[in-house]
């Protein structure tokens, strides 16, 4: 199986002001390359906490994104503490500094514009096809904006660049019966069903308490003869 | 300072399938008490990620709390993991068997609720005043259920175990410009305000970029100079 982790960096995530979006998008984007988003990480902008995650993640997993902290304001420190995570300096992408100045036309490259031009020694640029703003990726750690609608359009530039799974399929269904009276039926499916995992999500609506029943396999025949048991067991409630 | 940290246990949130609620409450909840959420690791339902996360944190951070996996079903994992990060074996506690006796007066004690009724060796219930489900601490780690509802019912039952620090107040404009027009002029003011944490976090509306500015202290008369100083510089704008 191929895995994947997340880095989200930002005082605001967890300060609790903004939802973080990028995850939810992420994973079923992953999820549809046959890779699995495995283990999410939300640090502050602290580059002891970037580099002790990203240092982490990146040895334990196949590929790890961060999302946040690589605009021109003086708290972000993504590419300065990535850098610092693989014991390499920052320069200016030749090829990025070459389309800021025609973007900028004649225009002043302030230095806030300047930074964002640096990325880590041995980084490469990824382009995006959906918008002009490029991320970045250093052996296996790739490195997007936080902003929702741009960091989709990096992750489409990294497309190429992911090695490919096979595809995981879901089916979920709900029961509305506290999990404690299906647990033990629910676990002998689990143990019939060897190649499927089989999750047991509980909610509470109007007052009631149920639960949602995901199967998850890349065998679909499988799949085909765990659900009818998922279904039989349901219909005694 | 003192900070917390949080383990969201559960393969429904890395899926992208279900949006977790826990956190943004946590942080304003633990926020409003002057104990500052600092990282925050989401972890699939499996022994190893879930030993590693709550030994990293709870070592680094004053609190860790958990939500999720303290349920019935054979995916609920987190107590016996809990117990394994500690180095001990898990027990029923006799006050919650009691109380499940008295419940169910004279219903059968199904195994899926014996269960739920096991805690690490040297932890300790958690009643709330909200909700008769029951948290647990052991040691610095407070352990939740998954379900909003019920983990802010345990959550208050935890208060009285936690200890409060200074609040931090916060303050935050929008300005409707691109944050590399005033990075250069917000680093000036940063530096000029130590006691202060100036974040600026980057958004698109219809199109058109702009962010919002928040300032964070302790310091009520120094955000007030500071805010000054901001509006002034969103006013060129």
Same mark, same amino acid.
């Given at each position: 199986?191929?895995?994947?982790?997340? $880095?989200?960096?930002?005082?605001?995530?967890?300060?609790?002001?903004? /939802?973080?979006?990028?995850?939810?998008?992420?994973?079923?984007?992953?999820?549809?390359?046959?890779?699995?988003?495995?283990?999410?990480?939300?640090?502050?902008?602290?580059?002891?906490?970037?580099?002790?995650? $990203?240092?982490?993640?990146?040895?334990?997993?196949?590929?790890?994104?961060?999302?946040?902290?690589?605009?021109?304001?003086?708290?972000?420190?993504?590419?300065?503490?990535?850098? #610092?995570?693989?014991?390499?300096?920052?320069?200016? %992408?030749?090829?990025?500094?070459?389309?800021? !100045?025609?973007?900028?036309?004649? #225009?002043?490259?302030?230095?806030?514009? +300047?930074?964002?031009?640096?990325?880590?020694?041995?980084?490469?640029?990824?382009?995006?096809?959906?918008? !002009?703003?490029?991320? *970045?990726?250093?052996?296996?750690?790739?490195? @997007?904006?936080?902003?929702?609608?741009?960091? =989709?359009?990096?992750? /489409?530039? @990294? *497309?190429?660049? +992911?090695?490919?799974?096979?595809?995981?399929?879901?089916?979920?269904?709900?029961? +509305?019966?506290?999990?404690?009276?299906?647990? /033990?039926?629910?676990? /002998?499916? =689990?143990?019939?069903? =060897?190649?499927?995992?089989?999750?047991?999500?509980?909610?509470?609506?109007?007052? #009631?308490?149920?639960?949602?029943? $995901?199967?998850?396999?890349?065998? %679909?025949?499988?799949?085909?003869?765990?659900?009818?048991?998922?279904?039989?067991?349901?219909? !005694?409630?």
């Amino acid at each position: 199986m191929i895995r994947a982790s997340l $880095v989200i960096i930002g005082d605001e995530i967890l300060s609790g002001r903004t /939802e973080d979006k990028n995850l939810p998008y992420l994973a079923k984007w992953l999820g549809n390359l046959g890779i699995h988003l495995s283990e999410v990480h939300i640090v502050l902008d602290n580059e002891d906490d970037i580099i002790e995650s $990203v240092n982490t993640l990146r040895k334990k997993y196949e590929y790890v994104f961060t999302t946040g902290g690589i605009g021109p304001t003086h708290d972000d420190i993504t590419t300065d503490s990535i850098a #610092k995570a693989f014991g390499v300096e920052t320069r200016i %992408d030749d090829d990025a500094l070459e389309k800021m !100045k025609e973007f900028l036309d004649g #225009k002043e490259l302030t230095e806030p514009l +300047l930074k964002m031009l640096h990325i880590p020694e041995g980084g490469e640029l990824i382009y995006s096809p959906a918008t !002009k703003a490029p991320g *970045y990726k250093i052996e296996n750690v790739f490195v @997007m904006a936080g902003i929702p609608k741009i960091m =989709q359009g990096m992750l /489409e530039g @990294m *497309y190429d660049y +992911l090695e490919k799974g096979e595809v995981v399929h879901s089916r979920s269904f709900d029961i +509305l019966v506290g999990e404690s009276f299906f647990a /033990e039926k629910l676990e /002998e499916i =689990q143990q019939e069903f =060897q190649n499927i995992s089989i999750g047991s999500y509980p909610f509470s609506r109007d007052g #009631k308490y149920g639960a949602t029943i $995901v199967l998850r396999s890349i065998d %679909d025949s499988a799949l085909d003869n765990c659900e009818i048991l998922i279904k039989e067991l349901i219909s !005694k409630y």
